[in-house]
């Protein structure tokens, strides 16, 4: 029996089962989205594709922003992991992973694996561009957040800077890099339109 397809068919359905009403940008097809660039990114870079995809499929549920605390969320993951008897070495490996891959305010230490390597920079690819710009507004509105104020901090504009605009040169692996450059590029534009819409006194 392949037990790795059986392992990928059963994340699917999990992840589904929890994430499937998420209305913070951290759905079902967010999970897709990152899920299918890690594996393309897996292979360019000669990575684990077994490992990258089943850490990505996985890594959202585990999410402080979805739980009450990390903790918390990490016990979910390893307790899916220890129920569906994923191999011991691989499950460690996952768990790495999303532990150590969020952004946090840019301060977490450098993935120590190529595979944490193409996870984090298929997570961050989708923060950027079009689609993170639609996610970076959903999430606002999930928080309460307004679109855009001159003087508070957090607002949906305001995480452009303290965030998205920062990926870019955050990424880990080369193929991540050139795909990054365009959708930075992206928000570039998409933040010098908004400006000359939200005041007429811009030129």
């Known amino acids: ?21 998420d209305a913070s940008g951290h759905d079902w097809q967010h999970i897709e989205r990152v899920r299918k660039w890690a594996v393309k990114i897996a292979e360019r870079e000669n990575a684990d594709v077994f490992v990258c995809e089943l850490a990505a499929l996985l890594h959202d549920v585990a999410d402080v922003k979805l739980n009450p605390s990390k903790e918390g969320g990490l016990r979910k993951v390893s307790g899916w992991l220890e129920a569906n008897r994923v191999d011991i070495a691989i499950g460690q490996h996952v768990m790495e992973i999303i532990s150590t891959m969020s952004y946090n305010g840019g301060q977490n230490p450098p993935m120590r694996t190529l595979e944490g390597k193409v996870v984090q920079d298929a997570d961050r690819l989708d923060a950027l561009g079009a689609i993170g710009i639609a996610r970076t507004f959903a999430y606002s509105g999930w928080k309460g957040r307004l679109i855009h104020h001159p003087d ?16 870019k040169d955050l990424m880990n692996t080369s193929y991540a890099k050139e795909l990054a450059e365009s959708r930075h590029a992206f928000m570039e534009a998409y933040l010098e339109q908004f400006y000359r819409e939200w005041d007429p006194n811009v030129s």
Request: avoid cysteine; proline fraction near 0%.
């Open 152 to 167: 508070q901090a957090e607002t949906a504009i305001a995480h452009f800077y303290d965030k998205l605009l920062r990926l």
């Open 1 to 21: 029996m392949d037990f790795t397809s059986e392992w990928i068919r059963q994340a699917e359905k999990y992840v589904q089962q929890e994430l499937g009403a």
